[in-house]
């Protein structure tokens, strides 16, 4: 696909983010949408920013639960008839979930599942008939760093990320074979200054084994986004143009992706002693912020006792 001039794009987690990066610049380039998000309020923000920017553009929305099979093939249909084809799907919709293998919850897994891999799966299955009928159609399913190489606390999201990449893989494959006008790329972003982060779920199994706290294993993951979601829009825009098979994301993408294939065992190694130096570094802020707030606790219990003195000596 050389343009998106007067395509249709369908984009899921079209509400923040990348999503609604994906879908002002589609916008821009003439490219009309059909968006979808569980977010009712960031989707009609994404669908405001849109208007204003290409009047001309036609835009549809729907609340939407990416799990949900039966929705999304009801949305596929609902957007074929609005827009009259559809050429493209991005399956972008994620969470991030933390935990260690032993102390994760099958609610926790089969939730992170559901979305992350079911939803891509839904999607792409949804919308493959409308993009074979159109002559001209791309899916776009976004994997992560995560499905190159794995990390310890983060089995559920890593298994999810590899089983898109897996996925993608193969459908590009079958796809080549048919010759039925269709492709499909697999994106791998690093750190995207996202809300994923702070959206995410931190078991409490992982308090006092990697991180601190829930809170600051949030905000830790978060100092890792070094792209913006523009940029990754950006990038993600130019490897459809360009038929690519993957798409890698960032710096820290293009270095994982190098450190995986160079070192495919070893690597581990290297990221165990990693995580290690990380969660001792997180521990220690702990302490001292304990530390702190106990001093500080301390001091004004002293400042309220001596107010109280004074005023029993007035």
Known sequence: MKHFD??????????????????????????????????????????????????????????????????????????????????????????????????????????????????????????LPHLKASGDGHIVNTSSVFGLFAQPGMSGYNATKFAVRGFTESLRQELDMMRCGVSATCVHPGGIRTNIAQASRVASNMVGFMVASEQQGKDEFEKFFITTADDAARTILTGVRRNARRVLIGRDARAADWLARSLPAAYQALVVMSARREAAKARKRARRAEREATLNGTGRTMNNNAGKNQGETA
């Open 6 to 127: 007067n395509k249709v794009a369908a984009i899921t987690g079209a509400g923040s983010g990348m999503g609604r990066s994906l879908a002002v610049q589609l916008a821009g380039a003439g490219c009309h949408l059909a968006l979808a998000d569980r977010n009712a309020i960031g989707l009609a923000e994404t669908e405001r920013i849109v208007r204003a920017l290409a009047p001309n553009v036609r835009v549809t929305t729907r609340e939407l639960d990416v799990s949900d099979r039966d929705a999304m093939f009801a949305w596929a249909d609902e957007a074929a008839a609005a827009h009259g084809r559809v050429n493209l799907i991005f399956n972008n919709a994620g969470v991030a979930l933390s935990s260690t293998i032993d102390g994760m919850s099958y609610s926790d897994l089969e939730w992170i599942v559901n979305i992350n891999f079911w939803g891509v799966v839904h999607g792409t299955k949804a919308f």
